[in-house]
């Protein structure tokens, strides 16, 4: 018997089948797992740009809110974690800002002057179910942020454009109100009385505790003196009953003495024809009045929707209150009543025409119990302002006035402060009651009576008054001022910190380095 195989073509078919098989299934789940690797590979990319696109969107964000103030900028140090939150955002800590299937938050803040490092970190999608979160990419920003210029037009306890006449009898000096209120005993003499064009003439017996600059000539011709520097462009005459000088006098020009005999012991502090220069800028509305007075007016009067009689002037027997802005018709008249303004919740009064306030009329700025209000008012005049003697415009502590003034300025009432005629708001002092008027006419501004005045009055296009013997806190800048009467200027320091108007860019923000920082996972 032979042993042989069997060669007919259905002995081989079974084995075929089976071989086949296994290829197919060996190369299917090759295919399966390739197919698996690039779905998997194609979620992680997807994941990976979402979390890229988070963390540059997150930058964009804090950089602008830096960039507008509505994120605040913190003392130096690092801030990581849940101290992000002080910059005055919660929603920058993480878990952060959900934006689509992508989130992005801060991780850390580094501070140092006017500079910032911050790390923001995006987060993608799930690559995948089960998986604790998508794909992670950080990217750090270095930011400097910009500087504003204010200006700052109450540096001095009289400026005027065009001259100064002291003819009266008043006291000029100085205090800080930051170290408490003013007090003759401990006054100071840090009182600049400054001209930027013209002279000044002191014909009585005025006295100043400060400094003394003119971009002209000095003459004296009565028994006024100057307990501080001299210094003119011009020439110096000095009168027979002058005191002599107390600190160093150096004139541009001649200086013309009464006689051989005048303060012989002191002539060594006096120089003539020295190297005096003109100021470096003699710009006098440095604020430009018409700009921060009559514009700004014409935009509040945009906004007005209805108004309502300002006819005050019968009596009442009750005080009237105002909880929200208010435009009067027709000017604002106060006799025998008491009006009361909320600051919490009034920021604009809107006068169309005069502000006149009676003797027996009171005006009263009450300070805001509002959390968070600036208690800052703005009152708008498109006329006079006349405050009648015995009439009190009070602006209590913790709120501040600002009067824009288109027409003429007449104070012979009590227009006082509870507090100093500077006020602190987040480290920057302002003036707590401000005039400006835009008045271009002649004798614009009077400021008389026998009461204490609060105030910093910028009025450089007329000439700026002060008659009485009332006491005048604050700072004036005037066209050409007049002291008349026999008060005192008390100039409060604090004011020539003052920001006033509006900002003009010192330095520019810009963002120093914007990159990826490769920690990936």
Not at 270 to 279: E, G
Request: hydrophobic share 40%; glycine share 14%.
């Amino acid at each position: 018997m032979r042993n042989h195989l069997d060669s007919s073509p259905g002995g081989y078919a079974l084995p075929m089948v089976i071989v086949l098989l296994l290829v197919g299934t060996l190369g299917g789940a090759a295919v399966a797992s390739v197919a698996f690797h690039q779905a998997r590979g194609a979620g992680a990319l997807h994941s990976s740009v979402i979390a890229l696109h988070m963390a540059e969107s997150g930058a964009a964000y804090v950089v602008n809110g830096l960039a507008s103030g509505e994120i605040a900028w913190p003392a130096d140090g690092t801030y990581a974690g849940a101290d992000v939150a002080l910059l005055g955002d919660a929603s920058l800590v993480a878990p952060g800002h959900a934006h689509g299937s992508g989130r992005w938050w801060v991780d850390s803040v580094t501070v140092s002057g006017d500079q910032a490092r911050i790390w923001i970190t995006g987060e993608g999608p799930t690559a995948r179910a089960g998986q604790a979160g998508g794909s992670r990419r950080t990217v750090e920003i270095e930011y400097a942020r910009g500087t504003a210029a204010y200006a700052m037009p109450f540096g001095d306890a009289v400026r005027a454009c065009n001259g100064i006449h002291l003819k009266g009898s008043a006291t000029i000096d100085s205090y800080d109100s930051r170290s408490g209120p003013y007090n003759a005993a401990s006054a100071r003499a840090n009182a600049t009385v400054t001209t930027l064009n013209g002279d000044i003439t002191l014909p009585g017996n005025t006295k100043i505790r400060g400094n003394v600059y003119v971009n002209g000539n000095l003459t004296y011709d009565g028994s006024g003196s100057v307990f501080g520097e001299v210094i003119t462009v011009g020439d110096i005459t000095f009168g027979g009953g002058t005191p002599c000088p107390t600190h160093n006098v150096r004139a541009g020009g001649t200086v013309h003495f009464p006689g051989s005999w005048w303060c012989t012991g002191q002539r060594g502090l006096i120089v003539q024809n020295a190297n005096v220069p003109p100021p470096p800028d003699t710009t006098c509305d440095i604020l430009n009045v018409y700009d921060y007075v009559d514009a700004q007016l014409a935009t509040a009067r945009t906004g007005i929707s209805s108004y309502q009689s300002g006819n005050y002037s019968g009596w009442l027997g009750y005080p009237v209150e105002f909880n929200q802005n208010v435009a009067f018709q027709s000017g604002l008249s106060v006799g025998p009543n008491d009006l009361v303004f909320d600051a919490g919740t009034v920021d604009q009064i809107f006068v169309d025409g005069d502000l006149r306030l009676g003797s027996s009329g009171t005006i009263r700025i009450r300070a805001p119990s509002t959390p968070g209000s600036s208690g800052h008012v703005r009152i708008f005049v498109d006329g006079d302002m006349v405050l009648n003697g015995g009439a009190k415009f009070i602006v209590e502590d913790g709120a501040s006035v600002e009067f824009l003034v288109t027409g003429k300025v007449d104070i012979a009432g009590g227009l006082t402060n509870d507090a100093a005629p500077t006020i602190v708001t987040n480290d920057q002092p302002k003036p707590s009651i401000a005039i400006y008027t835009s008045f271009s006419g002649a004798d614009g501004v009077r400021l008389g009576g026998s009461v204490t005045m609060f105030a910093s009055v910028y009025a450089p296009n007329t000439k700026v008054t002060t008659t009485g013997s009332g006491e005048f806190h604050g700072s004036i800048v005037g066209g050409y001022v007049s002291i008349e009467g026999s008060g005192a200027i008390h100039f409060d320091e604090a004011l020539a910190d003052a920001q006033v108007g509006k900002s003009t860019v010192a330095t520019q923000s810009k963002v120093l380095v914007w990159t990826e920082l490769l920690r990936r996972s």
